[in-house]
Nanobody, 125 residues
């Protein structure tokens, strides 16, 4: 089992930046993908970005391309999501997840078996 702990959320004005972090521990050798998902209250959780940890492939949702950057520091077992040019519609609870992914199905939540508790991001206009 993998334990994931997110941090870095907060409140920011539109156009601002935040960096989310996710520290992983436990049995991480069975993981080949890590991703960020977000959920607005009353809506379904959606994929934001993911990285296939063994090969380095990176995927983004269309809504965040060019504004968000996902990266990993393997030495620190940490996944990052750097968010620039934030918009009010980016307001959500952001979750880190890990699992086994194949092909382009990075945003298939069923492939992720470990989830953090989330960190809240609020963007005001």
């Amino acid at each position: 089992q993998v334990q994931l702990v997110e941090s870095g959320g907060g409140s920011v004005q539109a156009g601002g930046s935040l960096r989310l972090s996710c520290v992983s521990s436990g049995y991480t050798s069975g993981v080949n993908c890590m991703g960020w998902f977000r959920q607005v209250s009353g809506k379904e959780r959606e994929g934001v970005a993911a990285i296939y940890t063994r090969v380095g492939s990176i995927y983004y949702a269309e809504s965040v391309k060019g504004r968000f950057t996902i990266s990993q520091d393997k030495a620190k077992n940490t996944l990052y999501l750097h968010m620039d040019s934030l918009k009010p519609e980016d307001t959500a609870m952001y979750y880190c997840a890990s699992g086994l992914c194949f092909g382009n199905y990075w945003d298939d939540q069923g492939r992720y078996n470990s989830w953090g508790r989330g960190t809240r991001v609020t963007v005001s206009s």
